[in-house]
Nanobody, 125 residues
Framework: AQLVESGGGSVQAGGSLRLSCAASEYTYVYMGWFRQAPGKSREGVASFGDDDTTVYADSVQGRFTISKDNAENTLYLEMNNLKPEDTGMYYC??????????????????????WGQGTQVTVSS
């Protein structure tokens, strides 16, 4: 399984970026984006189920949009109105299984089996 992220970069606060995650070999039923700031634990940002249901962390609700192009087998994260606290390494994650109650709880690292190498996002004030 291979997940390859792209689209990271440096922007000023209020700017936008679009991250991409190209999945080779398999079509996954559950995919998500995580981020990790220096010295902090990895946190779930958004997730996408095979029925097109989405879940967002409270901190990005209304600013970030997760989507998937099934024909291209690519997951996206559109990030608008970026803030300095959005800075971090962003990781794509995937699973062949939908975890229980995933729509009703926080996105968990343990829900995913496959990970990309990450793409850096830096937001300056």
């Amino acid at each position: 399984a291979q997940l390859v992220e792209s689209g990271g970069g440096s922007v000023q606060a209020g700017g936008s970026l679009r991250l991409s995650c190209a999945a080779s070999e398999y079509t996954y039923v559950y995919m998500g984006w995580f981020r990790q700031a220096p010295g902090k634990s990895r946190e779930g940002v958004a997730s996408f189920g095979d029925d097109d249901t989405t879940v967002y962390a409270d901190s990005v609700q209304g600013r970030f949009t997760i989507s998937k192009d099934n024909a291209e087998n690519t997951l996206y994260l559109e990030m608008n109105n970026l803030k300095p606290e959005d800075t971090g390494m962003y990781y794509c994650a995937a699973s062949h299984n939908l975890p229980e109650w995933w729509r009703l709880r926080k996105i968990s690292i343990t829900d995913f089996d496959y990970w990309g190498q990450g793409t850096q996002v830096t937001v300056s004030s």
